[in-house]
């Protein structure tokens, strides 16, 4: 097994274990690996530090090829010795990921046809249903403004229809 810190072209860095480095390569050259956060299939092998043997030439426990990052430093507490109310990048990640199970566990993805069927369950043609899809910008303003209550998300879907 070798672990890989990976990167999207959106900037998140995620970590993920693989069988071997070709297993990694297989699933990197079909487009199966998509990024936790925001689902970007545009990803990347990121800068790793190597594993470096502990004495008596141990590798670190739970190492199978990247020595772990040290952790930033906390967040100096604001003025008046309070912490901060600002999530942390970590605790926003981990929203995102909830977020994203949830829609996905309860709502269809309808791909393109996301403003098609939007506006047809509005107007009572379709049964409503929670969807979920892809719409371009100038059809969502239209959405919006015919009443049709939409909002963006902020991850990208990890699947297309055919």
Known sequence: MIRYALRCDERHDFESWFQSASAYDALAGAGRLSCPVCGSDKVSRALMAPALAARGGA?????????????????APAAGGSSPTEPTRPEVEKALRELRRKVEEN???????FARQARAMHLGDLPQRAIYGDTKPAEARSLLEDGVPVLPLPFRPRRKLS
């Open 107 to 113: 709502a269809d993805y309808v791909g393109g046809e």
């Open 59 to 75: 590798a670190p426990a739970g190492e199978g090829g990247a020595a772990e990052a040290p952790a930033p430093p906390p967040a």
